[in-house]
């Protein structure tokens, strides 16, 4: 295959360096490549022949009428030159884009494919049991099971358990605490009626879990003091349960639970905090006859760390261990996101059983570090001095001040009563610009870092304050 890489003359050594052992033309088009016009393009094929064109996916100009006069095809490169070692070894088993960077059209490649991997183990696991059509146990994914605390107190417990479901949870758990009454659990659940997801109760109180055995798909947690006064009625409701150790030893527990009927069980050995006896407490996760419920959300809570990795950890904890089910809950600020971190590291799980290690998956649970550093070529100049300060006083815009802020996932930006809001920092930048609402350069300046800081907030779930450091 032969094919031509126009670079620029900063890359030119990093493109040669890829190109080596191809046949391959790199020419320099100028000093930066992704100035590259079609012009330049229709220049540089003229009485050559080549299988294809690979530009610099950082470019903004249209190929396309290059590529129809000409019968090349124009594929978009990675943005960065230092990539492009990785994407040249993929060319004739790999379709690329002419709109997406390589880099990202690959990365969404793998991505899909690992998720249709996924999809079709599932698809061909053959689990313990079913769970309102959920598989669970045996080789079928790891199922999160998201927790919803005093649901009976929540106000809009539709739209809390649809976000959840929307985030990846595969199970609701309905937490109940000690000034719910019967009739309370009856109208969370008659609210939930026609939800189409396993449904759990999670209370250890008999009349509560009475009044949820005409919805609730699994009740949390059946033990040796509630068993013999309830554990016929689960049975007979045909819902699984999850049971625990309490005076007595969970395997004694689950006999008790299979001597009343029930047929469909999970056994919780309790998965204690960091410095609680987290690791006394794993050494409880043996093989029991039945799958087994990991509670990882009680140690993320418990511990006041980033929830990204540590969900990353004990989901592969939790597949070592060989459970089934997992527990996450999003009940304070640092864990927001955790049903979907811990869907995704499911996921991950599943692509690794046959890995020595969770990486290189085509998914992943990068969010602020990178898995690679690019070492791009150093920046070219005859003469540089050192920046001044800003002063402390700066000139205020004739036209006047704004006051930025968030608003769910939009940047709101406000001047003289009106408001222009918007998803990406740019586009709300660009429409007060171009409506004549900023009159001063430096202005310009200022509102474009409180935009981006405001976008940077959304991005990563923080608090956003104006003026001050993100």
Not at 87 to 108: C, H, K, N, Q, W
Not at 433 to 460: C, M, P, T, W
Request: glycine letters at 8%; hydrophobic letters at 45%.
């Amino acid at each position: 295959m032969r094919i031509l890489l126009p670079t620029g003359a900063a890359t030119e050594s990093m493109v040669r360096r890829a190109a080596a052992g191809y046949d391959a033309d790199v020419v320099v088009t100028g000093q930066i490549a992704s100035f590259l016009t079609p012009h330049a393009l229709r220049l540089l094929l003229k009485g050559k022949m080549y299988d294809c064109v690979i530009i610099s996916g950082m470019c903004t100009a249209s190929f396309e009428q290059v590529e129809r006069e000409t019968g090349v095809p124009v594929y978009r490169g990675p943005r960065h030159a230092a990539d492009l070692m990785l994407v040249l070894p993929l060319l004739g088993t790999e379709t690329f884009s002419r709109t997406i960077p390589a880099d990202d059209f690959l990365a969404a490649r793998r991505a899909e494919t690992a998720l249709s991997m996924i999809g079709e183990l599932e698809r061909n696991a053959i689990p313990d049991f079913l769970i309102r059509g959920l598989k669970i146990g045996d080789g079928s994914r790891i199922k999160v099971l998201a927790e919803i605390m005093d649901a009976h107190r929540c106000g809009d417990i539709r739209r809390v358990v649809e976000k959840f479901l929307a985030s990846g949870a595969d199970i609701i758990d309905l937490g109940f605490g000690f000034d719910a009454k019967p009739d309370d659990v009856t109208r969370v659940f008659s609210l939930l009626s026609d939800i189409d997801a396993p449904l759990a109760v999670d209370t250890q109180d008999p009349s509560l879990i009475r009044a949820a055995l005409g919805r609730a798909d699994i009740v949390l947690s059946l033990q040796e003091t509630n068993i013999p006064e309830v554990g016929k009625e689960v049975a007979e409701a045909g819902v699984a349960a999850v049971v625990v150790p309490g005076n007595s030893t969970l395997t004694k527990n689950i006999a008790l639970a299979k001597k009343a009927g029930i047929r469909c069980i999970i056994a919780d050995p309790l998965l204690q905090p960091a410095g609680s006896g987290f690791i006394r407490s794993l050494g409880r996760f043996k093989k029991f006859s039945c799958p087994i419920f990991f509670g990882a959300g009680n140690v993320v809570e418990l511990l006041d760390a980033d929830s990204i990795g540590m969900n990353a950890l004990l989901a592969a904890l939790a597949a070592e261990i060989g459970a089934s089910v997992i527990f996450t809950s999003e009940h304070s600020d640092k864990t927001q996101g955790s049903i979907s971190e811990m869907r995704r590291a499911t996921e991950m799980m599943v692509l690794a059983k046959d890995r020595p290690y969770p990486k290189d998956l085509g998914i992943d649970l990068l969010v602020l570090k990178e898995k690679r550093r690019r070492r791009e070529p150093p920046l070219e100049y005859d003469t540089a001095q050192p920046a001044r300060s800003m002063p402390g006083e700066i000139t205020c815009d004739p036209k006047g001040n704004f006051r930025i802020g968030i608003e769910g996932d939009q940047i709101v930006a406000v001047i003289h009563g009106k408001a222009v809001k918007g998803i990406h920092w740019q586009d709300v930048l660009f429409t007060l610009v171009s409506q004549g609402e900023v009159s001063l350069l430096d202005h310009a300046g200022y509102l474009g870092r409180e935009l981006y800081k405001a976008e940077l907030a959304i991005r990563y779930g923080r608090s956003f304050e104006q003026d001050g450091e993100f």
